[in-house]
């Protein structure tokens, strides 16, 4: 079964600063796409950024990246210039099944201080 | 384009109580999951639906769970009875199709069971 390890349960970083978040998994294929989603206070789940372990590229969207280090199994998000509304709850999620049904880490709650 | 929705927001039951959940998907998404997300802890996945067929329940505690949606559309989820342990947000999320496509989240139904 898949499992995914977020070791870092809190995290604070100063506006403007940049910060990364870190995320292990454990899988058997070699196929495979991985997710950062985030959940900010009391609103909804969203999605940050995605990575497809086939490509050697790191996926990037604005100021959000990720080092995705496939044979150590590792999926870490890079914010840079951070905001205050990227305060919320981070989650590193892999598809259970081929129907993408989500298993999710344990969360990194990240605070933005001005 | 309107979200996922999910009715009640909000739910508070005794233990042994019967509760039901429910969640109108993205119009035109035929793949609708729900996950159970615990204070503090990412969300578990429960049960995905394609149209309205069953892709994976392998993680629904079926003793007490149970989910249906029956016409590929809206869904139900439901309790009974209810545990002290079952407290919770309940979220449904909604996709184009079955596969690597994005989840779009509702915004959960938080459960209280005393």
């Known amino acids: 079964a898949q499992t995914v390890t977020q070791s870092q349960p809190e995290m604070s970083v100063q506006e403007a600063e940049t910060v990364t978040l870190s995320c292990t998994y454990d899988t058997s294929e070699n196929n495979y796409y991985l997710f950062w989603y985030k959940q900010p206070p009391s609103r909804q789940m969203i999605l940050v950024i995605r990575q497809e372990a086939y490509k050697q590229q790191n996926a990037t969207e604005n100021r959000f990246s990720v080092n995705f280090q496939k044979a150590a199994k590792s999926f870490s998000l890079k914010i840079s210039d951070s905001q205050l509304g990227d305060t919320a709850m981070y989650f590193c999620a892999f598809p259970h099944n081929a129907g993408n049904m989500l298993t999710f880490g344990g969360g990194t709650r990240l605070m933005v201080k001005p | 384009e309107a979200g996922v929705a999910q009715s009640p927001r909000y739910k508070i039951i005794e233990k042994r109580q019967s509760v039901a959940f429910w969640c109108n998907p993205i119009?035109?998404?035929?793949?609708l999951y729900w996950y159970q997300q615990i204070l503090g802890q990412g969300p578990k996945l429960l049960i995905q639906f394609q149209n309205n067929g069953v892709v994976d329940d392998s993680q629904l505690p079926k003793d007490r769970f149970s989910a249906e949606r029956l016409k590929g559309v809206d869904s139900t989820l439901k309790i009974q009875p209810a545990k002290l342990e079952d407290s919770a947000v309940y979220l449904c999320?909604?996709?184009?199709?079955?596969?690597?496509?994005?989840?779009?989240f509702g915004p959960g139904t938080r459960l209280t069971v005393t």
């Open positions: 999320a909604s996709s184009l199709a079955s596969g690597v496509y994005e989840q779009y």
């Open positions: 119009s035109g998404h035929a793949t």
